[in-house]
C-alpha cells in the first residue's frame, strides 16, 4: 500500500515524501539526512522510519529533546497509523495513505485572515459584521485581496471549517496545471478543481485577449473555458461586478442576488436566476489579467466565505500556470527563431559554394558577383532558363550589406497581370474579388533588404510604370489603398529574354530597360562551360546520396563521356533532374550511361548558330567561315551584339573587333 510523509515547519507545507517498502528514511538535521529539519531542537540523526512486518514504524534514536506522536513522547519504536502526525522540534510530518487525509486534524492552525482566532470568530477583512443567510442583504457579503492558503500565518491559529480538504485540492491541482500544456487545457483543469472543491453549479474562466491595452475592461476578455451542472448553459459575467473586480483586483462574494440585476444572472425568459456568484481576479505581477467566475442558482447551493477562499487560491494557480506557459511559449518561439536564423546562415554560408565550376568563365561571373554585391546598384542577370541566376542573386545579396535584411524571390511569368500587381505592391481588404485580408506586397516584405524579379520581361506595360517609379525612389500604394509606403529595397532582375529586342518591338520600356541595365552579369549556358559538368554532376550526386541513403561510387567512364558530349538544353537544372533520377532508379553501385535519360530537344541558342548544309561542300578559309557565322548570329539576333556574343561564347569586346575586321553591317 502506498504511504506518505506529508511534511510540514510551522504553518507552512513543504514537501510530499513517498515511503518505500525496503528503504529506511533518516530524520534529522544534518545534511545527510533524507528529511533534513533545520532547527537546533533538532538532532543531527534524530530519528528514522522504515517497513517492518507489513507496518510502518518511527524510531527515536536517543534524540535530545525527542520525537512526539499523536501528542505522546515516544522512546525507540512506534507503530505508525494513518493519521498520526510527528512532532519534531518545530517540524510536523502526518503520516497517510491517502493524500487528501494528511490535512485533517492537524493540531497547529493555519492563520485565517479575518475568520477566526483561537476559536473566537471576527469579521472578515471588510466585514464591520457578520450577518445570518436568513438577514443577509442583496449585496456583497465577503471580499478578499489574498488567500490565506497562500499566506505564513501565526502557529497559534486554528484551521478553520474544510482547509485540509481544500488545501489537498490545491496541493493536487497545483501539481496538475503546472503539467498542461495549452492555455484552453490549464483552464477546463482549473474548472475542474472548482467544481470539486466549491458548492458550485456553474462558472466560465476569461482572460484578456491577446490585443487588450491598458486599463483591462469585460470587452477584452475572452470566454476561454465553461462548465455547468445544470441544464441552463453558462451566463457570462455582468459588466458591473467585472468591472468591480478588475478596478478593484479584489475577489468578490456576493449571495441573495437574485433581484439585483448589477449582480445577478438571469435569462431574458425569466426560468433562470443565480442566487449567489463569485468572481476573483487572476493576477500576474500585481496586474488583473482574466477572471474566474462562478455562480449557483435556485436549485442548487449556496456559495460562501470558503468557496470564495478556495477560488481565489485556484486563481493565483492558474496564474502561475499560465505565466509559465507563456514562458515557455516565448522559449518555444525563440529557440524557432534561432534554428530560422542557423538554417538562414547555413545558407548564407553555402551560398558560394554552391556556385559549383571551376572553369576560368565561372570564376569570371563569381568575380562579377564580388563587385557588384558591395553596391546599391540594380543589378540584371541574364541567362537560359536553368543556369541558376537564382542563385546567383542569392549570392550577390548574402555577399552585400543587405544580407541581415531578407531575400525575396518573385517569378513575374507565373502570374497575371492583376495578381503581379497585388504581388508586388500588395492589397488591401476588399480591393478586388478574393481579396479577404490586408495582404502585404513582395516589395514590403524585402524592405532593408533584397528583392530578385525573375523573368522580368514578362511584366506587361502597366506594371512596368508602377515599377519603374518604385525603382527611381517613389512611394507606392497598396492596391485598393491609399496609404503612402515607402521602402528601401535593392532589386535584382533577372531574364532569358532578349530585352533589347523587346524595346525595339515595344513590349519592354525603354527607360525601364537603362535603370535596370546598371550592372549585368551574364551567366553562360552549361555547353559554354563543358569542364564544370562532371564537377556539378559529382555534387548533385552527393546531395542526392544523402537525401535518399544511398552509397553511389560516382559514374561509369561511359557515363562521363556522354554527359562531356550532351548539349545540355536545359542547362544546369536538367543536369540536377537526370542525376536525381539516376540515383533514384539506377540498380548498379555506380551510374551508368544507360541510368541517364538525355532529351533531344535543341539549346536555346542553335536556331541562332550558322549551320552547315551536309550535302555540299565549298572550300573556305576559316577567316571566310568565321565571317559568314558572326554574320549569320548576329541577323538572327536583330544584331543584339549582346545576345550574339552569348551565342557565340565571346566577349563583347572580342565581337566588336571582328564586326570591324569583316567589315560587318546590319542586314550584310
Not at 517497513?51 to 518511527?58: A, E, P
Not at 497547529?108 to 466585514?127: C, F, K, M
Not at 453549479?201 to 451542472?229: C, F, N, P, Q, Y
Not at 535519360?597 to 573556305?620: I, K, M, R
Request: net charge negative; aromatic share 6%.
Amino acid at each position: 500500500m502506498l504511504a506518505y510523509l506529508v511534511i510540514r515547519e510551522g504553518t507552512k507545507w513543504t514537501d510530499v515524501f513517498r515511503l518505500t517498502a525496503g528503504r529506511t528514511v533518516t530524520i534529522g538535521r544534518a545534511s545527510t539526512c533524507q528529511i533534513v529539519i533545520k532547527d537546533e531542537r533538532c538532532s543531527r540523526n534524530h530519528g528514522e522510519v522504515f517497513s517492518s512486518g507489513g507496518k510502518w514504524t518511527i524510531r527515536d534514536l536517543d534524540s535530545r529533546n525527542g520525537t512526539v506522536v499523536g501528542g505522546q513522547q515516544i522512546h525507540g519504536d512506534h507503530i505508525l497509523e494513518p493519521g498520526d502526525v510527528i512532532r519534531i522540534a518545530h517540524c510536523q510530518m502526518a503520516f497517510v495513505h491517502d493524500l487528501s487525509q494528511a490535512f485533517v486534524g492537524v493540531d497547529d492552525s493555519l492563520d485565517t485572515n479575518g475568520e477566526t482566532v483561537s476559536g473566537v470568530p471576527i469579521p472578515s477583512i471588510s466585514d464591520s459584521h457578520v450577518l445570518d443567510d436568513a438577514f443577509e442583504p442583496t449585496t456583497i457579503t465577503h471580499r478578499r485581496g489574498h488567500t490565506r492558503y497562500l499566506q505564513r500565518s501565526p502557529a497559534t491559529d486554528v484551521p478553520p471549517p474544510k482547509v485540509g480538504e481544500s488545501a489537498a485540492q490545491l496541493c493536487r491541482l497545483a501539481f496538475e496545471l503546472a503539467n498542461q500544456t495549452s492555455v484552453t487545457d490549464a483552464a477546463n483543469l482549473a474548472l475542474d478543481g472548482l467544481f470539486e472543491g466549491t458548492n458550485v453549479d456553474a462558472g466560465g474562466l476569461l482572460l484578456a485577449t491577446r490585443d487588450a491595452r491598458g486599463e483591462l475592461t469585460i470587452d477584452e476578455m475572452d470566454l476561454i473555458a465553461s462548465r455547468t451542472k445544470v441544464e441552463s448553459s453558462y451566463r457570462r459575467v455582468s459588466a458591473f461586478l467585472a468591472t468591480m473586480v478588475l478596478k478593484d483586483g479584489e475577489a468578490v462574494l456576493a449571495r441573495n442576488i437574485e433581484g439585483d440585476s448589477s449582480l445577478g444572472i438571469r435569462d431574458s425568459a425569466g426560468l433562470f436566476s443565480a442566487t449567489s456568484v463569485i468572481c476573483a481576479p487572476i493576477r500576474q505581477d500585481g496586474k488583473v489579467i482574466g477572471l474566474v467566475h462562478l455562480y449557483c442558482t435556485a436549485t442548487g447551493g449556496n456559495l460562501d466565505a470558503d468557496d470564495l477562499e478556495f477560488t481565489l487560491a485556484v486563481a493565483e494557480n492558474v496564474a502561475l500556470a499560465l505565466k509559465n506557459l507563456s514562458l515557455q511559449q516565448a522559449l518555444t518561439e525563440d529557440l524557432s527563431a534561432t534554428r530560422s536564423e542557423v538554417v538562414q546562415l547555413r545558407k548564407q554560408l553555402g551560398t558560394q559554394s554552391e556556385i559549383i565550376g571551376s572553369s576560368a568563365i565561372m570564376k569570371q561571373v563569381q568575380e562579377e558577383i564580388s563587385r557588384a554585391a558591395p553596391s546599391r546598384a540594380t543589378v540584371l542577370i541574364r541567362g537560359e532558363s536553368g543556369v541558376g541566376k537564382e542563385l546567383v542573386a542569392r549570392a550577390v545579396h548574402f555577399s552585400s550589406p543587405r544580407s541581415n535584411g531578407p531575400f525575396v524571390c518573385l517569378n513575374c511569368a507565373a502570374l497575371s497581370e492583376t495578381l503581379l500587381e497585388s504581388e508586388l505592391f500588395g492589397h488591401e481588404r476588399g480591393a478586388f474579388t478574393g481579396a479577404t485580408e490586408r495582404k502585404i506586397g513582395k516589395f514590403e516584405a524585402a524592405d532593408q533588404g533584397t528583392l530578385m524579379l525573375d523573368e522580368i520581361g514578362e511584366m506587361s506595360s502597366s506594371i512596368q510604370s508602377k515599377f519603374l517609379r518604385v525603382l527611381e525612389g517613389h512611394p507606392f500604394e497598396r492596391v485598393g489603398g491609399s496609404k503612402a509606403i515607402k521602402v528601401d529595397v535593392r532589386v535584382i532582375a533577372a531574364t532569358n529574354r532578349d530585352l533589347e529586342r523587346a524595346v525595339a518591338e515595344g513590349n519592354f520600356r525603354r527607360d525601364l530597360y537603362f535603370r535596370l541595365h546598371v550592372v549585368e552579369i551574364q551567366v553562360p549556358p552549361l555547353r559554354k562551360r563543358p569542364g564544370d559538368t562532371i564537377e556539378l554532376a559529382n555534387f548533385f550526386l552527393a546531395t542526392f546520396n544523402e537525401e535518399t541513403g544511398r552509397k553511389l561510387q560516382g559514374f561509369s567512364p561511359e557515363a562521363i563521356e556522354l554527359m562531356q558530349h550532351y548539349r545540355w538544353p536545359g542547362n544546369v537544372r536538367e543536369l540536377r533532374n537526370v542525376v536525381e533520377r539516376a540515383v533514384l532508379l539506377t540498380h548498379h553501385d555506380v551510374v551508368a550511361a544507360d541510368d541517364l535519360t538525355l532529351s533531344n530537344l535543341s539549346t536555346a541558342s542553335e536556331s541562332g548558330e550558322f549551320q552547315f548544309a551536309a550535302t555540299t561542300y565549298e572550300p573556305s578559309t576559316l577567316a571566310d567561315m568565321e565571317k559568314r557565322h558572326i554574320g549569320a548570329t548576329l541577323n538572327s539576333t536583330g544584331w543584339n551584339k549582346s545576345r550574339a556574343a552569348e551565342i557565340l561564347g565571346i566577349e563583347r569586346s572580342t565581337l566588336d573587333r571582328k564586326i570591324k575586321r569583316y567589315e560587318l553591317k546590319a542586314n550584310a
